[in-house]
């Protein structure tokens, strides 16, 4: 008799309604490959990891809050089984700095200024000044997902906005700084999927009405969407600055258009992104044979 290959999708306790039906897709193309998957939390102590042929870091949405502790898991589990994505490109990622070593490849970003001390107005005007900002501007950690920690301001309410960094920098020890993209009210941001380190498939993320993210659980709507080559050259060239070599099972690089650069890198999503599986399920099947070889398994005839 066959054995089915275990494997963890691990979640988290009280994630705040963002899964969107992400795991439950994935597993439907997963189980007919002969993958018995569950859904342990990271953070559960009474786990056994080392049970399982594989972890898949997939909605560990609440991280950034205990992020020492989250690293300290992910080394763990890296010890004990196989990891997706490995300790060292989640360590990579987990700190947006990882932007400069884009920028350092010649990867086209946002325009970005840091801030790694505590600022005044002034301060957060000369960042916003130093990335061709205008009148409006976005702070955000270091350290953060899902949005958390963003914050818009513009130059009359540098003061608050000024509080705001300096808060953030306390926790985290910086935020970057970034004009505030006028094409993500219209355009939205392109999310680029590749697997295996190709890519299966590109959605589309619009905002809703006067709101600027993008998220499904701020009114934002997802729609499918066939990427140029531009846009995957850039895909490819982010993951391959901070993938540690091999390609990372999984990969999410979001995209937005800057006047006078196009297409450019806002994120690279190599922890825990939403996939998109339930308007790709083609992509499920993709990971399931990429996982597969990784472990060395046989999927069942015409898999």
Known sequence: MTVQPRIALATCGAHPGMIAGDDEALIERLAPMGFACARPRWDDSAVDWASYDAVLIRTTWDYQERLDAFLAWVDRVGGATRLFNPAGVVRANVDKRYLRTLERDGVPIVPTAWLEGETGAAGLLGALDEVGGGEMGAIKPVVGAGASGLLLFDRTDAARGAAHANGQIAVCGGVLVQPAVASVRTRGELSVVLIDGEATHAVRKVPSGDEWRVQIEFGG???????????????????????????????????????????????????????????????????????????????????
Not at 263 to 292: H, K, N, S, T
């Open 221 to 303: 709507a997802y729609t499918l969407e066939t990427p140029g080559d531009t846009e995957l050259d850039i895909a490819r060239r982010a993951v391959a600055a901070l993938g540690g070599g091999e390609a990372p099972l999984y990969a999410r690089i979001d995209l937005v258009e800057v006047d006078g650069i196009g297409p450019a890198v806002i994120e690279v999503e190599l922890i825990e992104p939403e996939l998109f599986f339930p308007q790709a399920p083609g992509a499920g099947d993709r990971l399931g044979r990429a996982l597969a070889r990784r472990l060395g398994v046989e999927l069942p005839s015409g898999r």
